[in-house]
């Protein structure tokens, strides 16, 4: 607040602060414009930031890479799994279709997808042991798609924390992201190396390979923290040491936009001439006619 009031000659008259009363109104603008000027510069000198996922694949008793295929299922045609010791499974349907899981030849689930035209995913806990047998019959009376199969040898605390069992993992990025930069990959404590078997989906998520193990670095540039129109003088800006007096000069100049248009201007050419010394591009110029403001 300070150099804002000082930028814009607000801060004192013939050397003595001014009151609050007689600066109010820029008072009153600074934060709404101090918001805005933080977003719009850090799409100029960018904000880094990183958000870390782990992945450490689960086997699936199927087999290595085994049951990811979609397969169909017609009626009269069943497929039957036996496998031992299945304590956990992740599968996704496609249309009206019905799933038994038995426990040594005793039905324990039943699972029926009525949804059609796309995939859902059901999954789950078995309840049974390391020794039981376990049957699973993808059945029932109509034509459905199923894919991505995966039976493990483990349980989960909750029948949601059973992992997906896809060739690619999905991951949601957080919310306060603006553009992506890179991924680190780190195998194991001798590996840091650039990774670049992700995929990138509507700047929404990253996708990473499932059978890669590791913990991955997932490198962004975000947006500032939204300041609010009642934060106080002791709020920090969030932003780059480098970008705070450009963040001040651009809240300036909208602030005097309207009723002093000469500071406006003049501020508007400090802030050109400052930020093509912080970002060393020239390029960066003013394309409207400056007015010199003088006191």
Same mark, same amino acid.
């Given at each position: 607040?300070?150099?804002?009031?000082?930028?814009?000659?607000? =801060?004192?008259?013939?050397?003595?602060?001014?009151?609050?009363?007689?600066?109010?109104?820029?008072?009153?603008?600074?934060?709404?414009?101090?918001?805005?000027?933080?977003?719009?510069?850090?799409?100029?000198?960018?904000?880094?930031?990183?958000?870390?996922?782990?992945?450490?694949?689960?086997?699936?008793?199927?087999?290595?890479?085994?049951?990811?295929?979609?397969?169909?299922?017609?009626?009269?045609?069943?497929?039957?799994?036996?496998?031992?010791?299945?304590?956990?499974?992740?599968?996704?349907?496609?249309?009206?279709?019905?799933?038994?899981? =038995?426990?040594?030849?005793?039905?324990?689930?039943?699972?029926? &997808?009525?949804?059609?035209?796309?995939?859902?995913?059901?999954?789950?806990?078995?309840? =049974?042991?390391?020794?039981?047998?376990?049957?699973?019959?993808?059945?029932?009376?109509?034509?459905?798609?199923?894919?991505?199969?995966?039976?493990?040898?483990?349980?989960?605390?909750?029948?949601?924390?059973?992992?997906?069992?896809?060739?690619?993992?999905?991951?949601?990025?957080?919310?306060? /992201?603006?553009?992506?930069?890179?991924?680190?990959?780190?195998?194991?404590?001798?590996?840091?190396?650039?990774?670049?078997?992700?995929?990138?989906?509507?700047?929404?998520?990253?996708?990473? &390979?499932?059978?890669?193990?590791?913990?991955?670095?997932?490198?962004?540039?975000?947006?500032?923290?939204?300041?609010?129109?009642?934060?106080? @003088?002791?709020?920090?800006? @969030? =932003?780059?040491?480098?970008?705070?007096?450009?963040?001040?000069?651009?809240?300036?100049?909208?602030?005097?936009?309207?009723?002093?248009?000469?500071?406006?201007?003049?501020?508007?050419?400090? /802030?050109?001439?400052?930020?093509?010394?912080?970002?060393?591009?020239?390029?960066?110029?003013?394309?409207?006619?400056?007015?010199?403001?003088?006191?």
């Amino acid at each position: 607040m300070d150099l804002f009031l000082r930028l814009l000659d607000e =801060a004192t008259k013939k050397g003595i602060d001014l009151p609050t009363t007689k600066n109010a109104d820029y008072r009153d603008k600074f934060n709404y414009f101090l918001d805005y000027a933080c977003k719009y510069i850090a799409g100029i000198i960018k904000i880094p930031d990183v958000f870390q996922v782990t992945q450490n694949p689960i086997p699936n008793l199927l087999g290595l890479l085994k049951g990811y295929d979609m397969k169909q299922h017609l009626p009269g045609k069943d497929e039957v799994i036996t496998l031992t010791g299945v304590k956990s499974y992740y599968m996704e349907l496609d249309n009206v279709g019905t799933v038994t899981i =038995a426990i040594n030849g005793v039905t324990a689930k039943t699972i029926t &997808n009525t949804i059609k035209g796309t995939f859902t995913a059901h999954r789950g806990n078995t309840g =049974a042991t390391s020794t039981d047998t376990v049957t699973i019959t993808f059945g029932g009376e109509y034509v459905y798609n199923y894919r991505n199969t995966g039976f493990y040898g483990y349980a989960f605390p909750l029948d949601a924390d059973v992992p997906p069992y896809n060739s690619y993992v999905e991951y949601s990025v957080p919310t306060d /992201f603006m553009e992506f930069d890179t991924v680190i990959m780190r195998g194991d404590p001798r590996v840091y190396q650039n990774y670049i078997a992700y995929k990138w989906e509507n700047n929404k998520k990253v996708i990473l &390979n499932a059978n890669d193990k590791g913990s991955f670095d997932v490198h962004y540039f975000r947006y500032p923290a939204t300041i609010l129109p009642t934060a106080d @003088d002791a709020t920090e800006i @969030d =932003a780059e040491d480098k970008a705070i007096e450009l963040i001040v000069l651009e809240a300036g100049i909208k602030a005097t936009a309207a009723d002093n248009p000469s500071l406006s201007s003049w501020l508007r050419q400090l /802030f050109i001439e400052q930020i093509q010394n912080v970002t060393n591009d020239s390029r960066i110029s003013e394309t409207t006619v400056q007015t010199i403001y003088s006191m």
